[in-house]
């Protein structure tokens, strides 16, 4: 079952045809990807799942991983008692389902969250070197709050937060009625996007950004075949050139 991943949402609502090279492509990772998923493990507290996503790190990442933990700990503390990598499902009317539902529309972790007075709050982790999408645009959190809500306190508030200890930066956002429900809604159109047969892809600026662009045959030389161009001999199969 290909269902769509909050971390693709985004991505999907500009281009669902990255989720499908997602699917059949072979898993690969990458610097940026093994070191966020070294610092989850790491913050979360989980030694097995750190020892394992240590082994794609060099030595240097790994003092640079120890660090930010350090950093992340003393500036952005996640509460006592907080739930982390909390696990759930969600089908398309956006209650919880078991994760193996074979109708969900999708599932994941929560890097965090948990509840103060009169409000519940949902984080995402991030280490990249740039700023990431606002909670109030964010796509991602709308599964994450949309969960995490039907297990809060009844008439809990929902509050966004996206932490990036590498530049130093949280934004926290408390959303006002109906904001989480149009977000959910976003989220469900680029579900359904994702689920389209045959899946379109929809090249443009937001290329430069996707995670599948090195994979992209839209984006790749064999998108220019019977076109007249120096770079023909390189595009046959036995050519060799990816």
Not at 87 to 105: E, I, K, T
Request: hydrophobic share 40%; aromatic share 8%; glycine share 8%.
């Amino acid at each position: 079952v290909m269902s769509l991943r909050p971390s693709e949402a985004q991505q999907a609502e500009s281009c669902a045809y990255a989720v499908v090279l997602r699917e059949k492509s072979t898993p690969t990772t990458s610097g940026a990807a093994s070191f966020g998923k070294a610092f989850a493990a790491c913050v979360s507290g989980d030694a097995e799942a750190t020892r394992k996503a240590l082994v794609h790190l060099s030595a240097a990442q790994a003092d640079e991983l120890l660090h930010l933990v350090e950093t992340y700990q003393e500036t952005m503390p996640v509460p006592a008692g907080a739930m982390d990598e909390w696990a759930f499902a969600l089908n398309r009317s956006g209650g919880l389902c078991p994760w193996d539902d074979p109708d969900r529309a999708t599932r994941g972790y929560i890097d965090h969250w948990w509840q103060e007075e009169g409000f519940y709050v949902v984080r995402d982790d991030k280490t990249g070197d740039r700023p990431v999408t606002h909670p109030a645009d964010n796509l991602q959190l709308a599964p994450y709050l949309l969960a995490a809500g039907q297990v809060a306190s009844f008439g809990a508030k929902p509050v966004g937060e996206v932490a990036n200890p590498k530049i130093g930066r949280l934004v926290r956002y408390m959303y006002q009625p109906g904001e989480v429900e149009a977000l959910w809604e976003r989220f469900l159109r680029a579900e359904a996007k994702s689920q389209a047969v045959p899946v379109l892809a929809e090249p443009g600026g937001h290329c430069a950004e996707c995670y599948q662009r090195m994979q992209c045959d839209v984006r790749l030389l064999p998108a220019m075949k019977n076109i007249e161009t120096a770079m023909e001999p390189f595009m046959a199969e036995a050519a060799g050139l990816s």
